[in-house]
């Protein structure tokens, strides 16, 4: 049988927009005809489309014309704009985290420590509200880009929890790292939020799956969050943090440490960690707490593979683990990081979605389960972790 073929277009062409084209490249179940990229960068997107032989399009709307799938690989505060003109020509919109934000009232004075945050879940609601609108009367899809649920091991978890009837009693997890590279990032306005949105929608989102999974199982009705208690802090931001020059600190006004407490409807609970503080290699791992097992997906680092170097040097041309400050001594390296981290399973299982009408996993209601929490987890933070109710979708 013949493979159908997919007109592609990607839009951002940054940091996410590499890791996205080389996911495309392992897809096996379609023919992924690759015709362009966008951004608002032009030389970016310029050195992007030379690099792969593509074409540098000088619109968002030339390239949709073009194609039957757009992946929005752009900042947070352009993931709406992007998404909803796909869906308004009947296009798919593999959409990358966090499904949408809110970025700030668009004044110079505007500042992530000094505005309610009642705004933020406000307009990050109503974002969302649009999004699923447009999906709605859409013949495209939004397949949301959360590679932990595509992960191995969140998998392998999936598969133990619908064959034995499992109850989570409790997830905990985290995504931590010693900052990231992207200078955006340092701001609200760009990113919508701090480390608590941005890195905490990885393992909250995995937790808020495999609940769906657990209820799906069980009765076909997936188990939602129900409240929210959260922390966030600037550790870095505190005059007295002591820089040795191991982790990032020119954050503008973002947190750079989280923690969200998740009680489910069923009264069960997640706890979620995200921070920027953390060094010695990107630490991402959630541990399920079941009534019949208990797992630990480790992402990233685990132990497939060990290394040791006795000197830094030796490993000059050799890519070892995301964030590691050093390359001397044990590493435990991934062989196959995007793999473990579920980059190339998201993108080929999102193909089969769209050619096939595969069920989707990773969908544009456990996304805005995911954003309805963090903000409401952002309001509960400024009142000191009051406990807060979570709208659902
Ligand atoms: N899943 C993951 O592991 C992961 C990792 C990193 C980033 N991300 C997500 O990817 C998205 C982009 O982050 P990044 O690190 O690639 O950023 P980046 O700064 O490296 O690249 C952003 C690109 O988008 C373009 N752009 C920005 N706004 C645009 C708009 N409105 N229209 C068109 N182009 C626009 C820029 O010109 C640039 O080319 C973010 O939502 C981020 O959360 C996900």
């Known amino acids: 049988m013949n493979k159908p073929t997919l007109r592609v277009g990607i839009v951002g062409a940054g940091f996410s927009a590499r890791f996205h084209y080389e996911a495309i490249r392992k897809v096996y179940s379609v023919d992924v005809d690759v015709k362009g990229v966008y951004a608002l960068d032009r030389e970016q997107a310029a050195g992007y489309a030379a690099e792969r032989g593509i074409r540098a399009y000088d619109s968002l709307e030339a390239l949709l014309d073009d194609v039957d799938v757009v992946h929005c690989c752009v ?14 020509r009947g296009k798919f919109a593999i959409v990358e985290k966090p499904l949408t934000g809110y970025c700030g009232d668009g004044s110079d004075s505007f500042h992530g420590d000094r505005f309610p945050k009642e705004d933020a879940l406000r307009h990050g609601m109503a974002s969302v509200e649009r999004m699923l609108e447009a999906e709605a009367k859409s013949a495209g899809r939004i397949l949301y880009a959360e590679n932990w649920v595509y992960a191995p091991s969140i998998q392998k978890e999936r598969e133990i929890i619908e064959k034995t009837g499992a109850q989570i009693l409790w997830m905990h997890g985290e995504e931590s790292h010693s900052g990231s590279h992207n200078p955006t990032y340092a701001y609200w306005k760009y ?18 799956y495999l609940k769906r999974v657990e209820g799906r199982a069980r009765n076909g009705q997936p188990i939602r969050p129900k409240t929210v208690s959260a922390r966030t802090h600037a550790i870095t931001r505190m005059d007295g943090f002591r820089d040795e020059g191991h982790i990032r600190r020119d954050y503008y006004d973002i947190d750079d440490f989280s923690m969200m407490h998740v009680t489910f409807e069923d009264g069960t609970l997640a706890t979620v960690f995200a921070s920027d503080i953390v060094i010695g290699g990107i630490h991402n791992w959630l541990e399920v707490c079941a009534n019949n097992h208990r797992t630990f997906c480790n992402i990233n680092p685990n132990n497939a593979l060990q290394v040791y170097n006795p000197l830094d040097a030796n490993f000059r041309d050799v890519y070892t683990v995301e964030k590691i400050g050093t390359k001397q001594g044990w590493t435990a390296m991934p062989a196959d990081e995007d793999w473990t981290t579920g980059y190339p399973q998201e993108i080929e299982a999102f193909y089969r979605t769209i050619a096939f009408g595969e069920p989707l996993e990773s969908d544009s209601r456990l996304a805005a389960d995911s954003i309805s929490t963090i903000y409401s987890a952002y309001v509960s933070a400024e009142r000191g972790g009051v406990e807060m109710p979570v709208r659902t979708f």
């Open 75 to 88: 900042l947070v505060a352009g993931h709406e704009q992007v998404a909803v003109a796909a869906l308004e």
């Open 191 to 208: 990113s919508g939020g701090g480390v608590m949105l941005g890195k905490g929608c990885h393992p909250l989102s995995a937790a808020l």
